[in-house]
């Protein structure tokens, strides 16, 4: 595939060219929307009985993509998500960027996550984000990676 304002060679799936940054789709297409979960295992998801099992109390739930049932507490004060090796989130997929997003907590420790101007974005629930708190419940998409986001419940 090659790109509409550029003509760089792409991969068959990108949404956004990797030269020039032109997206590859029109904006309503089915290409450039997240898709949502149809069905995910109960065991993956925390109960509000429960709560989430990581030490700190917040964590992400990977429900989807090749680490699915994975967990990542989120216990530091920043935690990089990207296909970079060093990321503390490693999402290895080329639709991710190399750094494509932080997930920070803020001084009244929320969670909030950015996105780092990466080609394909970050999406919470379907839509796509710069920048947001998140709460409980919500479905994070990076690439082909579908994480939902739990908070302490103390």
């Not at 509409?4 to 991969?11: D, P, Q, Y």
């Amino acid at each position: 595939m090659n790109c509409r304002r550029c003509g760089e060679i792409l991969n068959a799936n990108a949404n956004f060219c990797w030269s020039c940054g032109a997206p590859q789709h029109e904006a309503t297409s089915p290409e450039t929307v997240a898709v949502p979960v149809v069905s995910v295992p109960d065991a993956l998801y925390v109960s509000a009985e429960r709560g989430p099992t990581g030490k700190h109390g917040d964590e992400l739930v990977i429900v989807s993509g090749p680490e699915a049932g994975g967990r990542l507490d989120l216990d530091k004060e920043i935690i990089s998500a990207g296909r970079h090796e060093q990321s503390d989130l490693l999402l290895d997929d080329v639709s991710v960027s190399r750094h494509h997003a932080l997930f920070t907590r803020t001084a009244s420790g929320r969670i909030t996550l950015r996105d780092l101007n990466s080609l394909n974005g970050t999406y919470v629930n379907g839509k796509r984000v710069e920048e947001t708190a998140l709460h409980s419940g919500d479905e994070v998409q990076i690439g082909k990676y579908k994480l939902v986001f739990w908070e302490s419940t103390r």
